[in-house]
T-cell receptor
Framework: GESVGLHLPTLSVQEGDNSIINCAYSNSASDYFIWYKQESGKGPQFIIDIRSNMDKRQGQRVTVLLNKTVKHLSLQIAATQPGDSAVYFCAEKTAVVKAAGNKLTFGGGTRVLVKP | DAGVTQSPTHLIKTRGQQVTLRCSPKSGHDTVSWYQQALGQGPQFIFQYYEEEERQRGNFPDRFSGHQFPNYSSELNVNALLLGDSALYLC????????????FGPGTRLTVL
């Protein structure tokens, strides 16, 4: 079935280094992808999104790359800080008629631990 | 600008009981989606409300129902609670006429004993 998954369940990174979180998706009809950050006891927080007509999008210290050929999505965090420690989820929306809704399908998440 | 709010924060119920969770969307948003997040897993889509109607539903039994009010706020109702219903229930809001970005609230932690 349709699913969004992550390669690495836990990522340990040194403070100041760059982090890369990977995500594979299986539904080639997906047209919108989004990354969320979830800290303990909180709801998912929007980080960055990208549509399928783009390959790359940059935000503040974050970059999302989309490779539709291999159905792969990645989130790069530059100069990782202790406050970046959290669980990161990628999610996809399958292209449907807008009136049918825009549910998100989430993967299992990757925990990022930033070492001082 | 008020974000998504949910109430209550925590809730403890026993098997067989019924529960109602509440959500107020982000200011200006008209669409509300509900998700269930089990411990250590990603959120699972329950359903989405727009114009006071359920327009999309995930793989959840009829025990899960909802409602959207004219002010766009929403309720999630779960009947005949099971132990497996213990989870974090998340509400997300979006603007239908705009992008697909959904913004989440802090969630309601439901424990069923």
């Amino acid at each position: 079935g349709e699913s969004v998954g992550l390669h690495l369940p836990t990522l340990s990174v040194q403070e100041g280094d760059n982090s890369i979180i990977n995500c594979a998706y299986s539904n080639s009809a997906s047209d919108y992808f989004i990354w969320y950050k979830q800290e303990s006891g909180k709801g998912p927080q929007f980080i960055i999104d990208i549509r399928s007509n783009m390959d790359k999008r940059q935000g503040q210290r974050v970059t999302v790359l989309l490779n539709k050929t291999v159905k792969h999505l990645s989130l790069q965090i530059a100069a990782t800080q202790p406050g970046d420690s959290a669980v990161y989820f990628c999610a996809e929306k399958t292209a449907v008629v807008k009136a049918a809704g825009n549910k998100l399908t989430f993967g299992g998440g990757t925990r990022v631990l930033v070492k001082p | 600008d008020a974000g998504v709010t949910q109430s209550p924060t925590h809730l403890i119920k026993t098997r067989g009981q019924q529960v109602t969770l509440r959500c107020s969307p982000k200011s200006g948003h008209d669409t509300v989606s509900w998700y269930q997040q089990a411990l250590g897993q990603g959120p699972q889509f329950i359903f989405q409300y727009y114009e006071e109607e359920e327009r999309q539903r995930g793989n959840f039994p009829d025990r899960f129902s909802g409602h959207q009010f004219p002010n766009y706020s929403s309720e999630l109702n779960v009947n005949a609670l099971l132990l497996g219903d213990s989870a974090l229930y998340l509400c997300a809001s979006s603007l239908d006429s705009s992008t697909d970005t959904q913004y989440f609230g802090p969630g309601t932690r439901l424990t069923v004993l």
